[in-house]
């Protein structure tokens, strides 16, 4: 039933099969310049090129640690790739640099006291980062109430799906969580309930006409 | 093709503001009625190619609708209240670019019954509530209706539904195809002895009208279609506005002032242009097709002497009877995959409980759909019982394509309190005072969103679910149909604007979009936006030749 996705490019070509020729010579040139610059087009990236890297800049590498360890527990790896197989601490650290910055001095504000409250709790001299598995799980069900939390689970659920523009989704591991392929068209049947459908019985008293 | 452009000094015959699903077809028809039009538009001007299949953008991130840092609006539920900015979000939201909300619409387009004009009448008055008929009946509205239909463009199957109302032709295009949550819906509602149909959705199908049929990337609400086959009015009416060499589509034109002289006439209208320097186009005449918040929060903003309260408020209707589409619905687990991400949004729609039913014991009517969501959006909740972190949310999460949404969609009724006003202090970054909304559910409202849960419940059952999420009804904080807030109507003293869309008190002021609702129908409102957009465009035309404005 899986079909194979279609690149970008692939994809537009079939649109200008589909559009009249006149828009199609009026536009074709725009539109293969908006499909060259692979790199420029997350689905391009997706699937013709290595998830770019990107540097930590909002958050300290520490920091950084500390919020990749959260994110692992939130949804952990496995056969099945999670969040950190996901990078989605890079989408955390880009989204705080840039279009969620108004966040990030609370952000920063919750995960001091994440941590500060974590010291405490277990006298560590180390991070949460460090504590073995069944230590982080259960710290988290103790503060997995608090607003610093919340957000954390919130951006990773952004971060492991949104587009691999954004830092996360590496190598479209988000999307292979969730069991969505990457393609720009689809065909009937889309899913397993529609292959067989026998097609639209009219009801009594009707009379369905088209053009 | 380079469009006309016109300077501001000139009088155009119309300025139109806003380019949306009323104001492209405003644009288009008195162009080619020989007029010269200026078309205002907020918003830039976006390319099939500059739309992206991003969800955070669209959904999260205000890519194309009113910023709440830039565009802030504020909120309360009752007038004694004192009105805050909601976190994060605003209570109304519109698409701000050329096309309007057109152009991120889900696309499901229903005709208003013969029922929705005439339900003051039929049912009488509802306390709390003021329910009352439209000045036109569904029949004056029909011919617009396929008009619509053949002109902008929708696909569906006429005469397929025992509820629909009467229609003078068959939709131009056959259904969409049908996904995998309109069988199961169909299977289970016809298990109920109800009548699902072919849902009409203003998406080709087929190449229809110089624009490819749908590419069914399953991406439609909240997003442009950059294949163009999305029935939005850049894609359509705007071009052809533009062919007559007579319109302008002028974008980054933010009007925040309509310009009035000592006569009561409307001389044109003050804009902040791309780079927010003020400027003024001159008129003869103006129409206002900016939706449902921003048509009455112009009209407040441009009081003047003669107009104390706003603009064609002699009434002080402006901004009132505000309403949304009330409704409720579940989610439901089915054994095997959907791939919902998959195909135009929705593909089943069912009429059965349109009708509202004194036998319920309160007022409301619907329709119902299946439909589905994007990922970013569902994985951001989960249903109650499962984990919200570990393991138990990793299968959750690996769940997605088992996925559906049965919703239901109906009535919100009007009520004078629920309104849009000015904010006393709140201004967006041009310095134009923001606007206030003030919104409380009727009690009735919120009893028919209870009630069409249980309907999505037993529909989602009958088809074999294994899994049924019901929705919560929560207090409207919002909404995306912006309807009622300058309500058609005979008597100029409850109503803001006549039969042709021509405002009570000024002669050559006209508006038309989600304002002009005198009810809110069931949920669907954009073709009626769209019928009553060509009706008017035909009335203001032939005034304009006859020299009636």
């Known amino acids: 039933m899986e ?36 790199g420029h087009h997350a689905h391009d990236m997706a699937h013709d090129m290595a998830a770019p890297t990107h540097a930590v ?92 939390f919340t957000a954390v689970r919130r951006l990773t659920v952004l971060g492991l799906i949104a587009l691999p523009k954004y830092g996360g989704n590496r190598d479209g591991a988000g999307w292979k969580l969730i069991g969505v392929v990457d393609s720009h068209t689809w065909e009937p049947p889309f899913g397993f309930y529609d292959k067989d459908y026998p097609g639209f019985e009219p009801y009594p008293g009707t009379k369905p006409y088209t053009a | ?156 199957l006429a005469g397929s539904s025992p509820f629909d109302p009467w229609r003078s032709k068959p939709y131009p295009m056959p259904p969409l195809p049908v996904k995998s949550s309109g069988v199961l819906f169909e299977r289970g509602a016809r298990k109920l002895g109800l009548h699902p149909y072919p849902a009409p959705m203003a998406i080709n199908s087929v190449t229809y009208k110089n624009r490819p049929a749908c590419a069914q990337c399953g991406l439609c609400g909240g997003f442009g279609c950059e294949v163009m086959a999305k029935s939005s009015s850049v894609w359509t009416v705007i071009p052809e506005a533009e062919a007559t060499g007579r319109c302008e589509i002028r974008s980054e034109s933010y009007v925040f002032r309509i310009g009035m002289n000592k006569a009561g006439r409307a001389t044109g209208v003050h804009y902040f242009d791309s780079d ?50 009330k409704g409720g619905g579940v989610q439901a687990r089915f054994e095997n995959p959907l791939n919902e991400y998959r195909g135009a949004n929705v593909t089943r729609v069912m009429h059965d409980f349109y009708d509202s039913d004194p036998k319920r014991g309160f007022y409301g009517g619907g329709g119902f759909d ?114 009622g807030t300058c309500r058609m109507g005979n008597d100029p003293s409850t109503s803001v604007i006549d039969k042709y869309h021509r405002t009570h008190d000024v002669r050559n002021l006209f508006l038309c979009d989600g304002s002009s609702m005198v009810t809110s129908g069931r949920g669907q409102p954009t073709q009626t936006i769209e019928a009553l957009s060509f009706r008017a465009a035909d009335y203001i035309a032939r005034f304009a030749r006859a020299g009636e404005i």
């Open chain 1, 3 to 38: 079909q194979p996705p279609a690149s970008r490019r692939q994809f537009l070509a079939a649109v200008g099969n589909l559009a009249s020729t006149s828009w199609i010579a009026m536009n074709w040139p725009q539109i293969a310049a908006a499909a060259e610059p692979a």
């Open chain 1, 57 to 148: 800049h909002a958050l300290s590498a520490a920091e950084a640690a500390e919020i990749d360890a959260i994110t692992n527990q939130i949804v952990p790896g496995g056969t099945v790739p999670g969040a950190r197989d996901a990078n989605v601490v890079s989408f955390i650290d880009n989204a705080l640099g840039s279009f969620f910055a108004a966040q990030l001095p609370s952000f920063r504000k919750g995960l001091a006291d994440f941590e500060g409250a974590y010291a405490a709790r277990y006298g560590a001299d180390k991070p949460f980062s460090a504590a073995p598995d069944a230590q982080q799980v259960a710290w988290l069900h103790e503060v997995d109430k608090t607003p610093f």
């Open chain 2, 1 to 156: 093709m380079p469009s006309k452009t016109y300077k501001t000094s000139e009088t155009v015959d119309f300025v139109i503001v806003g380019s949306g699903a009323s104001g492209g077809i405003m644009a288009r028809e008195l162009s080619r009625a020989g007029n010269s039009v200026v078309v205002m538009e907020q918003g830039p001007r976006m390319q099939p190619w500059d739309f992206e299949h991003d969800e955070l953008k669209y959904r999260n991130l205000s890519g194309i609708t009113n910023n709440p840092a830039t565009n802030p609006q504020t909120f309360r539920s009752d007038p004694s209240e004192q009105a805050h900015r909601i976190e994060g979000r605003n209570p109304l939201t519109y698409a701000r670019i050329v096309g309007g909300s057109s152009a991120h619409f889900n696309a499901n387009f229903w005709r208003l019954h013969e029922i929705d004009f005439i339900e003051g009448s039929r049912l009488g008055p509802i306390a709390g509530a003021s329910l009352v008929d439209w000045p036109i009946t569904y029949a004056e509205l029909e011919p617009y209706y396929t008009k619509v239909e053949w002109e902008v463009g929708v696909s569906g």
């Open chain 2, 276 to 325: 927010r320097k003020e400027q003024f186009q001159n008129a003869r005449a103006v129409v206002v097709c900016a939706n449902g918040s921003e048509t009455p929060k112009l009209l407040l903003n441009s009081e003047t002497n003669g107009f104390a309260h706003g603009l064609a408020n002699s009434s002080g209707a402006v901004g009132r009877y505000l309403m949304f589409n």
């Open chain 2, 370 to 483: 299946a439909r589905s969501g994007g990922p970013l959006t569902w994985g951001q909740s989960v249903p109650k019982g499962t984990p919200t972190w570990g393991p138990g949310f990793k299968e959750y999460l690996e769940s997605y394509t088992y996925w559906m949404n049965c919703a239901g969609h109906g009535t919100s009724l009007a009520q004078e309190t629920n309104r849009i006003d000015i904010d006393p202090e709140l201004k967006d970054a041009w310095g134009v005072p923001s606007m206030r909304v003030t919104y409380k559910d009727h009690p009735d409202d919120i009893k028919h969103a209870n009630w069409q849960i249980e309907r999505a419940t037993e529909i989602m059952d009958a088809a074999g679910a294994k899994q049924i999420v019901a929705g919560e009804v929560g207090a409207a904080t919002g909404g995306v149909h912006l309807l």
